[in-house]
């Protein structure tokens, strides 16, 4: 059964830095791509990145260009995603998801699977 669980979520002061993880089980990364999306208290679910199978392609929201990055390591089965510099906006529950489609994009109606998500509370 094909399962996403993500981790490294937690509380962080601003200008600070996370690192979120999505570790895959009961399927072989190599043909999904993946995505990054997040929801805040009362506002709707909405795309911060993806990555292509291979990891040659990427993609980013604007308000985390340059700030976020998106990686994959198929042999630990696991994508990551580096927060750096965050703000109190940031602030949301961070989903990881998949698809077996070969385009990526930031849509989270494109992924078909999805991690139960973890918090991340950017404040000081």
């Known amino acids: 059964q094909l399962q996403l669980v993500e981790s490294g979520g937690g509380l962080v002061q601003p200008g600070g830095s996370l690192r979120l993880s999505c570790a895959a089980s009961?399927?072989?990364?190599?043909?999904?791509?993946f995505g990054w999306f997040r929801q805040a208290p009362g506002k709707e679910r909405e795309g911060v990145s993806c990555?292509?199978?291979?990891?040659?392609?990427?993609n980013y929201a604007d308000s985390v260009k340059g700030r976020f990055t998106i990686s994959r390591d198929n042999a630990k089965n696991t994508v990551f995603l580096q927060m750096n510099s965050l703000k109190p906006e940031d602030t949301a529950v961070y989903y990881c998801a998949a698809t077996d489609k070969t385009m990526v994009v930031i849509l989270d109606k494109w992924y078909e699977y999805w991690g139960q998500g973890t918090q991340v509370t950017v404040s000081s």
């Open positions: 990555i292509s199978r291979s990891g040659g392609s990427t």
């Open positions: 009961g399927f072989t990364l190599d043909y999904y791509a």
